[in-house]
């Protein structure tokens, strides 16, 4: 492996392989690529993002990548690094207050072509779903499909049509005829599938997840990947479940101290074992085995 000359930038292909050489703590590696660049524009675009909380420290610092139309993400570091602050800046949750203008220079993240701004809140906000780590403090309605048609009935949608997505999307989640139950009635597991119930309901283009596997059994685990395989759009995934990225994700970053520092295939930056320790991860079980060895 080779040093990089760079930090990883807004026009990253989906498989480049890159490492923040401005990182004290980072294992330098570069794989090129750029041949394999994509042709259109990205689904999201972050450019030199840093962030702070009111008095506090850094905890984003000049982060910088971009995600492909249908390309699944998976961000991974230590507790800490900044991983749910990101997410929370690509559906218009942070900064507050978010700049006013529609200038691209007033916004380091722009969604689907779009600078987010006060401007197009609404509109990302459409495109974009979040999902919280905690089932808990994204579900607040008596009922199931009360929860799942918030989101529907608030973008304007007519009740018969919230309730023809209802059905659907608690069908895509493998809850179907779970309306009328009561969320304080549901297992963790399945309060996760609700609220990926609710976020779907609304029809966007990007999901944007937030520890979705954490505090799940298999079964439970397995069901909400299912659910995952069916979306279409892009998926921008932050997990402390490594064999899941690698499993599943086209692509993988790293975050530490809020600084980008390595992006690349998950087989190849998920297995450098000097990089992993150096960030506080270890090599996923699934890189352990060898590769004759592992499961088809």
Known sequence: MTEADSTAGPGTAPDHTSVNPNSPRANVVS????????????????????????GGPWV????????????????????????????????????????????????????????????????????????????DDQLFCPTVAEDVAFGPLNL???????????????RTVGLEGFGARSTLQLSIGERKRVCLAGVLACRPRI?????????????????????????????????????????HC???????????????PPAVILSDPVLMERHGLEVPLTLRIPPESRPS
Do not use: M, W
């Open 207 to 247: 999901l944007a997840l937030d520890e979705p596997f954490s505090n799940l059994d298999p079964r439970a685990r397995r069901q909400l990947l299912e659910a995952l395989k069916r979306f279409e759009g892009s998926i921008v995934i932050a997990t402390h479940q490594l064999d899941l990225v690698v499993q």
């Open 156 to 170: 304007g949608l007519h009740r018969d049509e919230a309730r023809q997505r209802v059905e659907e999307s608690l």
């Open 31 to 54: 794989t090129d690529s750029a041949s394999t660049a994509p042709t259109e524009a990205p689904s999201i675009e972050v450019r030199s993002l840093s962030f702070r909380y009111t």
């Open 60 to 135: 984003l610092r000049e982060v910088s990548f971009a995600v492909a139309r249908g390309e699944i993400l998976g961000i991974v570091g230590p507790s800490g690094a900044g991983k749910s602050t990101l997410l929370h800046h690509l559906n218009g949750l942070l900064p507050d207050p978010l700049p006013p203008g529609q200038s691209a220079d007033n916004s380091p993240v722009r969604i689907e072509q779009q600078p987010l701004c006060k401007a197009t809140l609404r509109e990302v906000r459409r495109n974009v779903g979040l999902l919280f780590q905690d089932p």
């Open 250 to 264: 086209d692509r993988v970053i790293v975050l530490d101290g809020g600084q980008l520092i390595a992006a690349g």
